[in-house]
């Protein structure tokens, strides 16, 4: 009996020891992941922020753009006693706001809030992840760790900004700035075996848009970026994960690149079925103004024809006629719509101004004398040999140097003096004359915009060629000519260029072959010039001045008395060529 009772004994105390050992595994298995504890302290000049949970601490590190925030998530970890905002104000840090986020798994946020901007370096260890701040304030730090204790004051919203356009600085070193085609806020990230869906739905916060993730996206991803907009981090997500995305409003859907593509070929079939499905139309469009040749070229080259669809154009009937699916026709009634409009006209007038003037001046004298002394062996006078004789003695003169005067054109003064033995003549001449003109060439036309004009008028001078072949008789344009490709722009300005000649020939100038030489005037150029507005494309000016003397070798180098021995003339003569231009639209 004895026997038995101990042997129900020991097997009483088995089952109940086990019963205690179920319960322990239980409670430990039944144990929550949370943070158990949140540490500030000071090291070595840095703050350090020590986390501490009851199981690894997978998390996330970002930065808003708000220069003053540290966010971090801890992922699969509940907040446990730690769920109300913690004012720290010591070592940099002011305080540390916490935050449940609900969903597949519960993520806590930790808010940390900084007396100064700082950069944040994580060391993870078993059951803690402690931050160290490298430039925080910590001239008001002390010495002692301060007891956390929670409080119930309102949460700080986290500050959310565009990019900032000046370059930040990381660690005292520039950060490399990023193309504008980045333009969402600036957020710095740090992933370690991070969930992608937990990586999507922080850009979600931060971008203000809906991501939507196809239940095929799966897998971990870890990472380091620091200060880049949040579009640049998704795509760099993206590729390294083989994902596409599309943007419906300020709705993301993120899915495999191989399942979008799937899906396009799909959605092409579906639309190919409906269109080969589809009543079949044929329409004739008339063309008012537009080239049928080109309206057909434009159809066929913006591809909006079905892969039944067919166009063609009849030159006869100046219309363009197009087979296709019904539904197709309105797109069609718009593109013919816009390319069938009036050609703008553009009339440009020229003008063509040549000024020319001239001035003469001219200086001359005439003298001659005749002395018989009583010794009329000697005769002191003029010989008969340079021509001209005096106007009142009839003796011959000693220089002759007349200025070109006669009937309109100067004038002369004359002296004479007469004895029984002396005779003197003396004739000072002078002439001055000055003359301009005058010609205007005025060449108008009109053409067609983009469309090149020309306009001629003038003379064509023959002249003869000796060759193998035999004579032969060519000829020379010697003519006013006008050509000019005019070009509305959008704001109303007109873009020409512009070719303007003015060749003529010059009778005077034969080289003794009888044939004129041609003087070329011409201009070619582009200008851009408001409707109605003149423009000065082209000046020639052109100042010829020339002095000729005629005198006595020797004599007429003497001063004063020189001038009896000498004349003088003077040649000036001035040409100026302008060109204007002024294009006026007369219809658009």
Known sequence: MMKLN????????????????????????????????????????????????????????????????????????????????????????????PTEVEGAAKTT?????????????????????????????????????????????????????????????????????????????????????????????????????????????KGKFSMKLLNVPWEQALNIIL?????SKTVDGNIIRIVPTALLSREAEEISKVKEAEIKAGE???????????????????????????SI???????RTSTVIIKDVKGTHKEYEDIILSLDIPTPQVSIEAKIIEVTTSFTKEFGIQWGMSWKPPDERITIGGPSTPG???????????????AA????????????????????????????????????SNPKITTMDNEKATIKQGKKIPYQTVSSEGT??????????????PHITPDGTIVMDVEVKKNEADFAQTAGTGVPTIDTKEAKTRVLIKDGDTVVIGGILKTTTSKSTAGVPILSKIPVLGWLFKKEKGVEDTSELLIFITPRVVFK
């Open 6 to 97: 101990w042997k129900l004994f020991c097997i009483l105390n088995g089952v109940a020891l086990f019963l205690v050992l179920c319960c322990m595994a239980w409670h430990v298995s039944a144990e929550v992941p949370e943070i158990t504890g949140i540490d500030v302290r000071e090291v070595n000049g840095s703050t350090e922020i020590q986390i501490e949970g009851n199981s690894p601490l997978n998390y996330t590190i970002y930065k808003p753009s708000d220069p003053y925030t540290i966010v971090v998530e801890l992922h699969d970890v509940s907040a446990g006693k730690f769920k109300e905002k913690l004012i720290i104000d010591k070592a940099g840090v002011m305080e540390i706001i």
């Open 109 to 217: 946020r930790l808010e940390i809030v900084l007396t100064v901007p700082a950069d944040v370096k994580p060391l993870q260890k078993v059951k803690a992840l402690i931050l160290t701040f490298l430039n925080p304030d910590a001239a008001v730090a002390e010495a002692q760790t301060p007891s956390l204790t929670p409080t119930t004051k309102e949460p700080r919203l986290l500050a959310k900004t565009g990019a900032e356009k000046t370059t930040e600085t990381l660690n005292g070193t520039p950060s490399i700035s990023v193309k504008d085609k980045y333009a969402g806020e600036k957020i710095s990230l740090d992933f370690q075996d991070a969930e992608l869906s937990h990586i999507f739905r922080l850009l979600a916060e931060v971008s203000g848009y809906n991501i939507v993730v196809s239940p095929e996206v």
């Open 239 to 243: 590729k390294n994960h083989a994902l």
């Open 280 to 306: 079949i139309e044929t329409r004739i469009y008339p063309i008012n103004y537009a080239d049928v040749d080109k309206v057909k070229g434009a159809i066929e080259s913006a591809k909006v024809l079905t």
């Open 309 to 315: 669809g067919n166009v063609s154009a009849d030159k």
């Open 388 to 402: 001209g004789t005096g106007f009142s003695t009839g003796s011959p003169l000693m220089v002759n140097l007349p």
């Open 405 to 440: 005067v006669g009937s309109g054109s100067g004038g002369a003064i004359g002296i004479g003096y007469i004895t029984g033995t002396f005779k003197l003549d003396l004739q000072l001449s002078a002439m001055e004359s000055s003359g301009k003109g005058n010609i205007i």
């Open 472 to 485: 032969k008789v060519e000829f020379v344009d010697a003519q006013l000519e006008l050509t000019v490709t």
